[in-house]
């Protein structure tokens, strides 16, 4: 079971968390072997996406988890 976490959740004031779309409650999870795996796929995600428009910024609440083994 892979035990290192990145819970995604979406900022207060979301326009995507209307009820029409995500919902106020939506989260997601992905997982990782390691800490280390998890900790590169943390940075990648929290850079800006080159397709973005500059000035944009994905907006998204990350966080560190861990389950038990």
């Known amino acids: ?4 976490g990145i819970r995604i959740r979406l900022p ?3 326009t995507l ?3 029409h779309l995500l ?10 072997d390691s ?5 590169k ?3 990648d995600m929290q850079r800006d996406l080159p397709n973005y428009r500059k000035g ?6 990350l966080e ?4 038990d083994a």
């Open 35 to 39: 800490a280390a795996a998890r900790e």
């Open 64 to 67: 560190r988890v861990e389950r």
């Open 17 to 19: 968390a209307m009820p």
């Open 23 to 32: 919902g106020p409650d939506w989260e997601s999870y992905r997982w990782y």
């Open 12 to 14: 207060e004031g979301s």
């Open 1 to 4: 079971m892979k035990r290192y």
């Open 41 to 43: 796929a943390l940075a």
């Open 56 to 61: 944009d910024h994905v907006a998204q609440v």
